[in-house]
């Protein structure tokens, strides 16, 4: 079960990237008046909450745990 392993290991390393890394988010808002438009862009950046960053992290570790232990 290496492959149970490997992927426990991915889990755990994107929880503590999510951790670190905002996730960018583009919004765009306007109106359009016979043949002029206005529009207006944002541009956002989320940070996953640490709670899913926390289950993400002991979800790797468990499933890395479990790979170890079938072997």
């Known amino acids: 079960m290496k492959a149970l392993f490997w992927i426990g290991t991915a889990v755990l390393i994107l929880g503590f990237v999510s951790l670190v890394v905002p996730i960018p988010r583009n919004e765009r808002d306007g109106f359009k008046v016979g ?17 899913v960053s926390a289950v993400m992290i002991l979800g790797g570790v468990s499933t890395m745990v479990a790979g170890k232990k079938k072997s």
């Open 35 to 51: 043949g002029v438009s206005v529009g207006v862009e944002t541009r956002r950046e989320q940070k996953v909450s640490p709670w």
